[in-house]
């Protein structure tokens, strides 16, 4: 069954011309609204194994749709702080429409599938 998780995130850049996003997908030792906290490790086991060094599995949905990938995350891991990201978003009509919603901050919220 996959369910999804919402939690405290941010983004940290966005660049339309190179279409590139980066911010973070989820913060750690943060309560969600289930009551749910990630702790520091939670995601090494995927990253590893599936991440952009691994099989290349993981990617970056438009809302946790999977027949709207916005692309793969060129970046993923975790840092002190959560896990961290960086995606290079497709040119598509629906990552174009996406770009300029990160770049007029309407879109400023993640959460993960798992």
């Known amino acids: 069954m996959y369910q999804t998780k919402t939690f405290s995130s941010e983004i940290k850049g966005v660049d339309v011309q190179n279409r590139l996003i980066e911010g973070y997908f989820?913060?750690?030792?943060f309560e969600d609204s289930d009551g749910d906290i990630i702790t520091r490790g939670a995601?090494?086991?995927?990253?590893?194994?599936?991440?952009?060094?691994g099989k290349n599995r993981i990617m970056h949905l438009l809302q946790h749709n999977p027949t709207k990938p916005l692309g793969k995350p060129v970046e993923l891991m975790?840092?002190?702080y959560g896990l961290k990201f960086m995606t290079k978003i497709t040119e598509t009509s629906y990552g174009m429409d996406t770009l300029k919603l990160y770049e007029d901050d309407v879109l400023?919220?993640?959460s993960i599938g798992f």
């Open 43 to 53: 995601f090494a086991k995927t990253i590893r194994e599936n991440g952009p060094e």
């Open 78 to 80: 975790e840092d002190g």
């Open 108 to 110: 400023k919220e993640h």
């Open 26 to 29: 989820s913060v750690f030792d």
